[in-house]
């Protein structure tokens, strides 16, 4: 059964650099020929792709955060990055990974990171 | 880039009522479309993809149709547990993807 699981800082201050991992179980991330990819829902609001990453590198991005993310995969651990830099109080929210398919077919739990000094 | 636009941003509805949510695309899509559920405190689960095929375990209630550039998701017949929001997704420029707005069905 494939699961996903997010981890990382809760809390980050401003100007910082975010850091989550997504630790993949159930599939090899090298295994397949699928897209791993971040979403990010501020509270009370929609949902926000970040981007995406493949297993042998390729990565696309939001135009919108374009700048200040890097998503990496590391198929050694079965696990993929999502680096967000430069981060304001706009960037609180809850951040998802999921695996796509090319829709998300499977989803972390998510994991609430708070932009605060 | 291709707007998504959801309708309506929410709703309230019976027990028993057949519901109808719109997704609306500024230029047409195929059927390279999605759709997904989320209740309060949990991640989003997906319900439909390729505008109308049922993802496995999901119920019979629940069904999506549409091509191009306007799509529906239509559940037949309103159960408590439906109680949630429901975002459309287009991924007709993987690896690029954009959300609908989403709309909340209250009960």
């Known amino acids: 059964q494939l699961q996903l699981s997010e981890s990382g800082p809760g809390l980050v201050k401003p100007s910082e650099t975010l850091s989550l991992t997504c630790t993949v179980s159930?599939?090899?991330?090298?295994?397949?020929?699928?897209?791993w990819g971040w979403i990010r829902q501020p509270p009370g609001k929609g949902l926000e792709w970040i981007g995406s990453v493949h297993y042998g590198g390729s990565a696309h991005y939001n135009r919108s955060l374009k700048s200040r993310v890097t998503i990496s995969v590391d198929t050694s651990k079965n696990q993929f990055s999502l680096k967000l830099s430069s981060v304001t109080a706009a960037d609180t929210a809850m951040y998802y990974c999921a695996r796509l398919e090319p829709y998300f077919d499977y989803w972390g739990q998510g994991t609430l990171v708070t932009v605060s000094s | 880039d291709i707007q998504v636009t959801q309708s309506p941003s929410s709703l309230s509805a019976s027990v028993g009522d057949r519901v109808t949510i719109t997704c609306r695309t500024s230029q047409g899509i195929s059927t390279h479309l999605a759709w997904y559920q989320q209740k309060p405190g949990r991640a989003p689960k997906l319900l439909i993809y390729g505008a109308s095929t049922l993802q496995s375990g999901v119920p019979s209630r629940f069904s999506g149709s549409g091509s191009g550039t306007e799509f529906t998701l239509t559940i037949s017949s309103l159960q408590p547990e439906d109680v949630a929001t429901y975002y459309c997704q287009k991924y007709n420029a993987a690896p690029l993807y954009t959300f609908g707005q989403g709309t909340k069905v209250e009960i």
């Open positions: 159930g599939v090899s991330i090298s295994g397949s020929n699928f897209y």
